[in-house]
């Protein structure tokens, strides 16, 4: 069978580049593509990480002009990955977050920059460089939006067109002046197209004309069809239901491995549970949290916004303190919610803790450590966090919301007589259900017997890459079938 030819086109790749679970999915992707007989290349900015990262580049396209200077498209092999780079250093070549500037705002050149990314994309599809034409475009996000539309619009064969939301509120809307300049028609400009409230929306355009819509799990497929979950576009997901589909993200389990993870103090797996003690012990030293092993660790791995109810969880801590447990923070996001955090562990010594940012290898000692994970929030596309923690037996304490509903199986009566409870769930999100799955979980905690089966049927849940995979090759293979037709 003839290898399907996916060009993957997304903001950020991990390791070179990460802000959130979007780039762990993109870089996980290919490899497990590969297996079902899917080629994938990964479009990315050339940000100064991903730059200095590539050894023996070969350079396949010069743009005279994109968007305010000259580029080139860079093919290199890293990380695993057949990278293709768009080294347009008037555009990318800036440090720190490649979306926000040193002031905490959007670059304000953002409109040009992503468009630049998707101009890239329709040109690899329309034949730019000889040979390297995808049978499909598989765009990311609203950064990648664009590509669909650009392809959409451009007239002759071309390629089929999937777009896959990552996260629904995070949309890309720029002023409709900017239409001729991003290399759109005027007649794009249309609620069929990308006109979106009176703007061109990136990511609409991206649901409304792309062959196929994937999002990252079935029930967040099914919210974001409702008013409550649609942030705007409910109604065209309603229209486009027949194109959706709700495929849920995995994590790839050669990185995050227990059994082999470098991060880890002691190393371990479903069968020596017992030297997560160590880590647990170290993580408590590191953090300045007193070293007690019988108490119980709660974990947060997580962006600080509201839309993942940290919030509420800096409500709720009375639940945890009252409890005699401890709870450690690694994070990121909103500047109120990062020093209530720090005020919070200022109040609590040796009792709370907080490390504001991300730390990879942290991030791999805390999931090896703490007794229970939360995920408190308000809306999760998918969550990856959750999928480390299975895969760790950091028991996940989660909002019965879209990705977390579809991956944990609450500890309620039925699932712990059938022996096939994973974490606890909470619904509605609110204060008090989420102190009330805090209490559940310490209570747990102390029947030792049952929480170590709660730990050992977590760390058996397929959190990998093998079954998502398949789906999406067999998408590929009947859009890029439906094409050649």
């Known amino acids: 069978m003839k290898p399907v030819r996916v060009l993957s086109v997304a903001s950020e790749v991990y390791p070179f580049v990460k802000t959130g679970g979007l780039a762990d999915v993109v870089a996980a992707l290919p490899r497990a593509l590969a297996r079902e007989g899917v080629a994938m290349r990964t479009l990315v900015p050339g940000y100064p990480a991903v730059i200095d990262a590539l050894r023996d580049a070969e350079a396949l396209h010069m743009y005279a002009r994109l968007h305010g200077g000259p580029a080139r498209l860079l093919a290199a092999h890293a990380a695993g990955l057949d990278l293709l780079v768009l080294d347009a250093p008037h555009l990318y070549s800036r440090p720190g977050n490649p979306y926000l500037g040193p002031d905490g705002e959007p670059w304000p050149d953002n409109a040009f920059r992503f468009a630049a990314l998707s101009e890239c994309a329709a040109s690899i599809a329309r034949g730019v460089v000889p040979g390297l034409a995808p049978d499909i475009v598989h765009a990311h996000d609203w950064q990648a939006g664009l590509a669909p539309a650009l392809i959409h619009y451009g007239g002759g064969p071309r390629p089929g067109t999937v777009m896959t939301v990552h996260n629904l509120s995070f949309q890309g809307q720029f002023p409709r002046e900017l239409l001729a300049v991003i290399g759109l028609p005027p007649h794009a400009y249309a609620i069929d197209g990308v006109e979106y409230h009176g703007t061109i929306g990136y990511l609409k355009a991206g649901i409304a004309l792309a062959d196929r819509i994937t999002t990252v799990s079935p ?109 450690a923070i690694l994070g990121a996001g909103d500047k109120s919610l990062e020093d209530a955090c720090i005020a919070a562990a200022g109040r609590h010594p040796g009792r709370i803790a907080a490390v504001i940012g991300y730390e990879e290898a942290l991030a791999h000692l805390l999931q090896g450590s703490v007794d229970a994970l939360l995920v408190p929030s308000r809306f999760e596309p998918c969550g990856l966090t959750q999928l ?88 590929f293979r009947e859009l890029a079938a439906h094409r050649d037709a």
């Open 219 to 327: 029930t967040y497929a099914a919210e974001i069809r409702t008013p409550e979950g649609g942030m705007g576009l409910d109604g065209l997901l309603r229209h486009r239901t027949d194109a959706l589909t709700g495929i849920l993200n995995g994590i790839d389990d050669t990185v995050w491995n227990p059994r082999t993870d470098a991060h880890l103090v002691h190393r371990f797996d479903v069968t020596h549970l017992d030297a997560r003690a160590g880590n647990k012990a170290a993580l408590q030293a590191r953090l300045g949290l007193d070293v007690e092993p019988s108490t119980f660790l709660f974990g947060v791995v997580s962006r600080l916004t509201l839309q993942k109810g940290v919030d509420l969880l800096l409500e709720a801590l009375p639940a945890v303190t009252g409890n005699g447990a401890q709870l």
């Open 388 to 475: 480390c923690a299975l895969r760790y037996g950091a028991v996940p304490v989660v909002a019965r919301v879209g990705g977390l509903a579809d991956t944990v199986i609450d500890a309620d009566e039925e699932a712990l007589a059938a022996g096939s409870a994973t974490g606890i769930q909470f619904a509605p999100v609110s204060r008090g259900n989420l102190e009330r799955a805090i209490d559940r979980a310490v209570t747990l905690h102390r029947d030792v017997a049952l929480w170590r089966s709660l730990q050992s049927r977590a760390m058996s849940t397929d959190v990998g890459w093998t079954r998502p995979a398949k789906q999406f090759a067999a998408l």
